[in-house]
C-alpha cells in the first residue's frame, strides 16, 4: 500500500476550519483516500473518503489534487471536540485483501 | 451506523494469565475483521487478519502462539493474550469490515495491563 506523510501536529482556533494536508505521491489508481480520527483512548472513527472527486459530509470536506498526489481534510468549523489524531490512508476500497495501515497521524489542538 | 464492541473495556491481570477479548459486529455480519494494539503516544499497529471460519494471517513480528485470534462466527472474533507479561499491556483496537466491503468500523478498544 502507498504511503501518507503528514505534518506530526497542528492548532487551530475554535470556529475556525482546520486544513490538514496528506502527502500520498506514490498512491495508485485503485487506491482511495480515507481519513479517520481518534480522540484519546477511544477507537478511531471514520470521517470521509474519496478516490479523485473531492467529497463532502456532514463531518468535513476532502479536497483531492488532479494528480492525486496529496489531499487535504477540512473541518469547516472546528469545535473543541474535534481535538483528536487524524489519520490519513491510502488503500485499495473494495476488495478481498484489504487492510488499513495506519501511519503516525496529525495530532489536532484546536483551542478556545 | 454499523456498531463494533469489545468486550472488556479495560482488564486488570496477573502476569502469567491469559486473557481473552470479544470483538462483536452488533448489527451486521463480518467476515473479516482486524485487531490492532496501540502503546501510548504511538499509532495503531496492525497485528492480524481474522477471516471466519479460517485461520488469522498475522502481520510480521506478532507472535500468533502467544496472540490466540477465534472467528468462529460472523459476528464474533476473539483475542486471547496468552501467558501475558507486563510488556504486553496495552490498548486492543478491534475493528470489522462492513457490509458494503469498502468499509470498517473499529471498536472502542480494550486497555489490558498486565502487573
Known amino acids: 500500500d502507498a504511503k501518507t506523510t503528514q505534518p506530526p501536529s497542528m492548532d487551530c482556533a475554535e470556529g475556525r476550519a482546520a486544513n490538514l494536508p496528506c502527502n500520498h505521491s506514490?498512491?495508485?489508481?485503485?487506491?482511495?483516500v480515507y481519513w479517520y480520527r481518534q480522540i484519546h483512548s477511544q477507537g478511531p472513527q471514520y470521517i470521509i473518503h474519496?478516490?479523485?472527486n473531492n467529497e463532502t459530509n456532514e463531518m468535513a470536506s476532502l479536497i483531492i489534487t488532479e494528480d492525486r498526489k496529496s489531499s487535504t481534510l477540512i473541518l469547516p468549523h472546528a469545535t473543541l471536540r474535534d481535538t483528536a489524531v487524524y489519520y490519513c490512508i491510502v488503500r485499495v476500497g473494495n476488495s478481498g485483501g484489504f487492510k488499513t495501515i495506519f501511519g503516525a497521524g496529525t495530532r489536532l489542538f484546536v483551542k478556545a | 451506523g454499523a456498531v463494533v464492541s469489545q468486550h472488556p473495556s479495560w482488564v486488570i491481570c496477573k502476569s502469567g494469565t491469559s486473557v481473552k477479548i470479544e470483538c462483536r459486529s452488533l448489527?451486521?455480519?463480518?467476515?473479516?475483521m482486524f485487531w490492532y494494539r496501540q502503546f501510548p503516544k504511538q499509532s495503531l499497529m496492525l497485528m492480524a487478519t481474522s477471516n471466519e471460519g479460517s485461520k488469522a494471517t498475522y502481520e510480521q513480528g506478532v507472535e500468533k502462539d502467544k496472540f490466540l485470534i477465534n472467528h468462529a462466527s460472523l459476528t464474533l472474533s476473539t483475542l486471547t493474550v496468552t501467558s501475558a507479561h507486563p510488556e504486553d499491556s496495552s490498548f486492543y483496537i478491534c475493528?470489522?469490515?462492513?457490509?458494503?466491503?469498502?468499509?470498517?468500523?473499529f471498536g472502542p478498544g480494550t486497555r489490558l495491563t498486565v502487573l
Open positions: 474519496g478516490l479523485k
Open positions: 448489527d451486521f455480519q463480518a467476515t473479516t
Open positions: 475493528s470489522a469490515r462492513g457490509p458494503r466491503g469498502d468499509e470498517q468500523f
Open positions: 506514490t498512491i495508485s489508481g485503485n487506491e482511495y
